[in-house]
T-cell receptor
Protein backbone atom coordinates (compact mmCIF):
# COMPACT_ATOMS: atom_id res chain seq x y z
CA UNK A 1 0.00 0.00 0.00
CA UNK A 2 1.46 3.35 -1.02
CA UNK A 3 -0.38 5.30 1.68
CA UNK A 4 1.47 6.85 4.55
CA UNK A 5 0.37 6.85 8.20
CA UNK A 6 -0.10 10.07 10.15
CA UNK A 7 -1.84 10.99 13.41
CA UNK A 8 -5.35 12.28 12.80
CA UNK A 9 -4.83 15.51 14.70
CA UNK A 10 -2.33 17.56 16.64
CA UNK A 11 -2.45 20.77 18.60
CA UNK A 12 0.14 23.45 19.07
CA UNK A 13 0.43 26.80 20.75
CA UNK A 14 1.21 29.83 18.66
CA UNK A 15 4.91 30.69 18.42
CA UNK A 16 5.95 27.17 19.47
CA UNK A 17 7.60 24.53 17.26
CA UNK A 18 5.49 21.72 15.85
CA UNK A 19 6.71 18.27 14.87
CA UNK A 20 4.38 16.38 12.55
CA UNK A 21 5.31 12.69 12.18
CA UNK A 22 4.75 10.41 9.22
CA UNK A 23 5.29 6.69 8.80
CA UNK A 24 6.13 5.29 5.38
CA UNK A 25 7.58 1.91 6.28
CA UNK A 26 7.10 0.41 2.79
CA UNK A 27 8.82 3.21 0.95
CA UNK A 28 10.99 2.20 -1.99
CA UNK A 29 14.45 3.53 -2.72
CA UNK A 30 13.27 5.87 -5.46
CA UNK A 31 10.24 7.36 -3.71
CA UNK A 32 10.48 10.97 -2.66
CA UNK A 33 8.74 12.16 0.49
CA UNK A 34 6.56 15.20 -0.10
CA UNK A 35 4.54 17.28 2.33
CA UNK A 36 1.53 19.35 1.36
CA UNK A 37 -0.96 21.27 3.41
CA UNK A 38 -4.53 22.21 2.72
CA UNK A 39 -6.32 25.19 4.16
CA UNK A 40 -10.13 25.20 4.22
CA UNK A 41 -11.73 25.63 0.80
CA UNK A 42 -8.36 25.62 -0.98
CA UNK A 43 -6.33 23.18 -2.98
CA UNK A 44 -3.32 21.47 -1.41
CA UNK A 45 -0.20 23.60 -1.21
CA UNK A 46 3.36 22.29 -1.46
CA UNK A 47 5.43 22.56 1.70
CA UNK A 48 8.66 20.61 1.27
CA UNK A 49 10.13 17.38 -0.09
CA UNK A 50 13.20 15.21 0.29
CA UNK A 51 14.77 11.86 -0.54
CA UNK A 52 17.36 10.97 2.06
CA UNK A 53 18.89 14.08 3.58
CA UNK A 54 17.20 16.55 5.86
CA UNK A 55 15.84 19.57 4.02
CA UNK A 56 15.11 23.16 4.97
CA UNK A 57 13.17 25.87 3.21
CA UNK A 58 11.45 29.08 4.19
CA UNK A 59 8.31 27.27 5.28
CA UNK A 60 9.58 24.29 7.22
CA UNK A 61 12.22 21.62 7.78
CA UNK A 62 12.00 17.96 6.90
CA UNK A 63 13.83 15.37 8.95
CA UNK A 64 14.09 11.95 7.32
CA UNK A 65 15.01 8.87 9.32
CA UNK A 66 18.15 7.07 8.29
CA UNK A 67 16.17 4.00 7.19
CA UNK A 68 13.68 6.30 5.41
CA UNK A 69 10.73 4.56 7.02
CA UNK A 70 9.58 7.70 8.74
CA UNK A 71 9.92 11.45 8.52
CA UNK A 72 8.99 14.52 10.51
CA UNK A 73 7.83 17.90 9.28
CA UNK A 74 9.00 20.68 11.54
CA UNK A 75 7.33 24.07 11.71
CA UNK A 76 9.75 26.12 13.74
CA UNK A 77 7.26 28.69 15.04
CA UNK A 78 3.62 27.89 14.47
CA UNK A 79 1.30 30.73 13.55
CA UNK A 80 -2.48 30.79 13.33
CA UNK A 81 -2.11 30.70 9.54
CA UNK A 82 -0.42 27.30 9.82
CA UNK A 83 -3.67 25.69 10.94
CA UNK A 84 -4.42 23.22 8.16
CA UNK A 85 -4.48 19.57 7.19
CA UNK A 86 -0.93 18.36 6.54
CA UNK A 87 -0.37 15.49 4.15
CA UNK A 88 2.74 13.36 3.90
CA UNK A 89 2.92 11.49 0.61
CA UNK A 90 5.25 9.24 -1.29
CA UNK A 91 5.94 10.27 -4.82
CA UNK A 92 7.19 7.71 -7.29
CA UNK A 93 7.52 9.39 -10.65
CA UNK A 94 4.13 10.93 -11.26
CA UNK A 95 2.07 8.90 -8.88
CA UNK A 96 1.32 10.41 -5.48
CA UNK A 97 -1.04 8.80 -3.00
CA UNK A 98 -2.49 11.03 -0.31
CA UNK A 99 -3.30 9.59 3.09
CA UNK A 100 -5.74 11.00 5.60
CA UNK A 101 -3.40 13.72 6.80
CA UNK A 102 -2.98 15.41 10.17
CA UNK A 103 -5.27 18.26 11.16
CA UNK A 104 -3.13 20.83 12.93
CA UNK A 105 -4.85 23.19 15.34
CA UNK A 106 -2.88 26.24 16.49
CA UNK A 107 -4.03 27.86 19.70
CA UNK A 108 -3.37 31.56 20.33
CA UNK B 1 2.07 32.53 -14.42
CA UNK B 2 -1.46 32.43 -13.03
CA UNK B 3 -1.06 28.93 -11.69
CA UNK B 4 -3.29 25.97 -12.45
CA UNK B 5 -6.66 27.21 -13.63
CA UNK B 6 -9.78 25.15 -13.23
CA UNK B 7 -13.27 25.88 -14.48
CA UNK B 8 -15.95 26.09 -13.46
CA UNK B 9 -15.39 26.74 -9.75
CA UNK B 10 -18.82 25.44 -8.91
CA UNK B 11 -21.14 23.18 -10.87
CA UNK B 12 -24.61 22.02 -9.96
CA UNK B 13 -26.22 19.53 -12.26
CA UNK B 14 -29.02 17.04 -12.32
CA UNK B 15 -28.48 13.34 -12.13
CA UNK B 16 -28.00 11.84 -15.56
CA UNK B 17 -26.51 14.95 -17.11
CA UNK B 18 -23.05 15.13 -18.63
CA UNK B 19 -20.50 17.18 -16.71
CA UNK B 20 -17.20 18.47 -18.07
CA UNK B 21 -14.51 19.88 -15.82
CA UNK B 22 -11.64 21.82 -17.33
CA UNK B 23 -8.04 22.42 -16.38
CA UNK B 24 -5.24 24.57 -17.71
CA UNK B 25 -1.88 23.49 -16.26
CA UNK B 26 1.08 25.73 -15.64
CA UNK B 27 2.97 26.40 -18.85
CA UNK B 28 5.98 24.12 -19.23
CA UNK B 29 4.73 21.47 -16.85
CA UNK B 30 4.60 18.03 -18.42
CA UNK B 31 2.65 16.11 -15.78
CA UNK B 32 -1.02 16.65 -15.00
CA UNK B 33 -3.12 15.05 -12.31
CA UNK B 34 -6.83 14.84 -11.56
CA UNK B 35 -7.87 14.26 -7.93
CA UNK B 36 -11.22 13.94 -6.25
CA UNK B 37 -11.83 14.90 -2.62
CA UNK B 38 -14.72 13.83 -0.43
CA UNK B 39 -15.17 13.70 3.32
CA UNK B 40 -15.49 9.92 3.24
CA UNK B 41 -12.55 9.06 0.98
CA UNK B 42 -10.23 12.03 1.27
CA UNK B 43 -8.03 12.95 -1.71
CA UNK B 44 -8.00 10.28 -4.40
CA UNK B 45 -5.83 10.30 -7.50
CA UNK B 46 -8.07 9.58 -10.47
CA UNK B 47 -5.64 9.77 -13.37
CA UNK B 48 -2.37 11.35 -14.36
CA UNK B 49 -0.77 12.28 -17.65
CA UNK B 50 2.85 12.67 -18.70
CA UNK B 51 3.44 14.63 -21.89
CA UNK B 52 -0.29 14.50 -22.68
CA UNK B 53 -0.37 10.68 -22.46
CA UNK B 54 -2.45 8.97 -19.76
CA UNK B 55 -0.05 6.96 -17.62
CA UNK B 56 -2.21 5.61 -14.83
CA UNK B 57 -5.99 5.72 -14.78
CA UNK B 58 -6.46 3.05 -12.16
CA UNK B 59 -8.13 5.56 -9.89
CA UNK B 60 -10.95 6.35 -12.29
CA UNK B 61 -13.96 4.94 -10.49
CA UNK B 62 -16.11 3.82 -13.41
CA UNK B 63 -16.52 3.94 -17.15
CA UNK B 64 -18.72 6.96 -16.63
CA UNK B 65 -15.51 8.90 -15.99
CA UNK B 66 -13.16 9.84 -18.79
CA UNK B 67 -10.25 12.25 -19.06
CA UNK B 68 -8.46 13.73 -22.03
CA UNK B 69 -5.45 15.91 -22.61
CA UNK B 70 -5.52 17.00 -26.25
CA UNK B 71 -2.53 19.31 -25.81
CA UNK B 72 -0.06 20.48 -23.21
CA UNK B 73 -2.22 23.37 -22.06
CA UNK B 74 -5.63 21.79 -21.59
CA UNK B 75 -7.28 18.81 -19.99
CA UNK B 76 -10.86 17.75 -19.34
CA UNK B 77 -12.52 15.35 -16.95
CA UNK B 78 -15.93 14.21 -18.09
CA UNK B 79 -18.63 12.37 -16.18
CA UNK B 80 -21.44 10.90 -18.26
CA UNK B 81 -23.99 10.25 -16.89
CA UNK B 82 -23.47 11.96 -13.55
CA UNK B 83 -24.79 10.53 -10.28
CA UNK B 84 -25.30 12.08 -6.83
CA UNK B 85 -22.38 10.06 -5.44
CA UNK B 86 -20.08 11.91 -7.84
CA UNK B 87 -20.57 15.06 -5.76
CA UNK B 88 -17.12 16.11 -4.60
CA UNK B 89 -14.39 18.68 -5.09
CA UNK B 90 -12.27 17.85 -8.11
CA UNK B 91 -8.72 19.15 -8.19
CA UNK B 92 -6.33 19.40 -11.07
CA UNK B 93 -2.59 19.67 -10.44
CA UNK B 94 0.46 19.99 -12.62
CA UNK B 95 4.19 19.54 -12.17
CA UNK B 96 7.37 18.88 -14.00
CA UNK B 97 7.73 15.18 -14.61
CA UNK B 98 10.35 14.26 -12.09
CA UNK B 99 9.38 12.91 -8.68
CA UNK B 100 11.52 15.49 -6.96
CA UNK B 101 9.48 18.43 -8.18
CA UNK B 102 6.52 20.03 -6.49
CA UNK B 103 2.98 19.79 -7.75
CA UNK B 104 0.80 22.87 -8.01
CA UNK B 105 -2.91 22.50 -7.41
CA UNK B 106 -5.79 24.48 -8.80
CA UNK B 107 -8.55 25.88 -6.64
CA UNK B 108 -10.80 22.96 -7.47
CA UNK B 109 -14.28 22.52 -8.91
CA UNK B 110 -17.03 21.80 -6.43
CA UNK B 111 -19.48 19.49 -8.17
CA UNK B 112 -22.96 18.89 -6.82
CA UNK B 113 -25.18 16.35 -8.54
CA UNK B 114 -28.80 16.52 -7.43
Amino acid sequence: DAKTTQPNSMESNEEEPVHLPCNHSTISGTDYIHWYRQLPSQGPEYVIHGLTSNVNNRMASLAIAEDRKSSTLILHRATLRDAAVYYCIRRDGGKSTFGDGTTLTVKP
Amino acid sequence: DAGVIQSPRHEVTEMGQEVTLRCKPISGHNSLFWYRQTMMRGLELLIYFNNNVPIDDSGMPEDRFSAKMPNASFSTLKIQPSEPRDSAVYFCASSLKAANTEAFFGQGTRLTVV
